[in-house]
């Protein structure tokens, strides 16, 4: 079978076998997500932040960063210096090696369920977006460049007068999408949103070592514009499912809720369940969240907080 078949293929390993054969291997993985596990990327010079991730199912291997693609056989090729034939055997002796613990323990979690939204919507709606004035003129209002506005497929509804936001799971899997008008704030989200399932803009920064945590997609996307790896809950009343989804992708969280009462209730849910993994960053009061700041204000966010660590840590 060649490599181009063997791709469109699903579910030619298990779990357990990728990772004896990335072991056997000697690679080292660095996280482990739902579907991937995650380690650095040995194509190009990776060494702070994994950015390499390898499908625990289908073995195949992307990097966020230098957009390198491999399947399994490449990767044993390349990490252990054996040659094709000996790859594929070596793969095969891993697939003998039954963890009978790990086999009942994956047949005993149940997989989320998810339900596809018509992409084709959402690419209407962005497409309206890039050609209307007013949408145009919404976001450079609310200080959203045209790089973001194609980045997260923002789109535009004329009928409705409304912004759209696609929303993306972890797997990234399009769910739906929430819209605010361009005048007031009336808010619609597509029907049976699994809101308390997702975080906004996971699906694109999963794989870095710490995250700054907001309430508003909006203001996830001005922290992303000045390199600030952000997701956002999409409200202040924060699920433990996504608790679970922060614990679980990230070991450094930093939390910036809103400058109201709102805010305060997850700050405190927030630190209760996870303790001392967040740090808060209180906004100044002149500020109400993110989307009345400057991008140079938001800049010293990171900068301040970070300088203060070396300054304790020193």
């Given at each position: ?7 469109n ?8 076998q990728?990772k004896?054969?990335?072991s ?5 993985v ?21 950015a390499?991730?390898i ?11 230098c ?10 090729m390349?990490?252990?210096n ?8 070596f ?7 039954i ?6 323990n ?5 997989k989320?369920e998810?339900?596809e ?8 709606l962005?497409?309206q ?7 145009k ?10 790089e973001?506005?194609?980045k ?21 899997l399009?769910?739906g999408f929430v819209a605010?008008?361009?005048e ?11 809101k308390?399932?997702l ?5 694109k920064i999963?794989?870095a070592s ?20 952000a ?5 202040a009343?924060?699920s433990?499912?996504?608790i679970?989804l ?10 910036i809720a ?7 209730k997850?700050?405190?849910k927030?630190?209760e369940?996870?303790g001392h993994k ?5 906004l100044n ?13 938001i800049?010293?966010l990171?900068?301040n907080?970070?300088?203060s660590?070396?300054e304790?840590?020193s």
């Amino acid at each position: 079978m060649d490599i181009r078949n063997r791709r469109n293929q699903t579910n030619l390993y298990t779990a357990s076998q990728v990772k004896r054969v990335l072991s056997g291997s000697g690679v080292t993985v660095e996280k482990e997500a739902e579907s991937e596990y995650i380690v650095f990327c040995p194509f190009h010079s990776n060494h702070r932040t994994p950015a390499g991730e390898i499908n625990k199912y289908t073995g195949l291997f992307f990097c966020f960063s230098c957009g390198k693609t491999a399947d399994l056989i490449e990767l044993v090729m390349h990490f252990s210096n054996r040659t094709y034939f000996e790859s594929v055997r070596f793969i095969k002796s891993k697939e003998v090696e039954i963890d009978i613990l790990s086999d009942v323990n994956s047949k005993l979690v149940q997989k989320e369920e998810w339900t596809e939204f018509d992409i084709s919507v959402v690419q209407r709606l962005h497409e309206q977006a890039l050609h209307s004035e007013r949408a145009k003129d919404y976001f450079i209002k609310r200080k959203i460049t045209k790089e973001s506005v194609v980045k997260f497929k923002l789109g535009y509804s004329e009928n409705q007068d409304m912004i759209s936001i696609p929303i993306f799971n972890h797997e990234n899997l399009c769910v739906g999408f929430v819209a605010r008008s361009v005048e007031g704030k009336d808010f619609k989200n597509t029907p049976k949103l699994p809101k308390s399932k997702l975080l906004f803009n996971l699906n694109k920064i999963k794989t870095a070592s710490k995250v700054y945590v907001v309430e508003s997609s909006f203001d996830a996307i001005r922290l992303d514009q000045v390199g600030i790896p952000a997701v956002a809950t999409l409200g202040a009343n924060i699920s433990s499912r996504q608790i679970e989804l922060l614990e679980k992708y990230f070991s450094d969280i930093f939390l910036i809720a809103d400058n109201d009462e709102a805010g305060a209730k997850m700050t405190s849910k927030l630190t209760e369940s996870l303790g001392h993994k967040v740090s808060i960053i209180k906004l100044n009061d002149q500020y109400k969240d993110i989307g009345d700041m400057e991008d140079s204000d938001i800049i010293k966010l990171d900068v301040n907080f970070e300088s203060s660590i070396l300054e304790v840590l020193s």
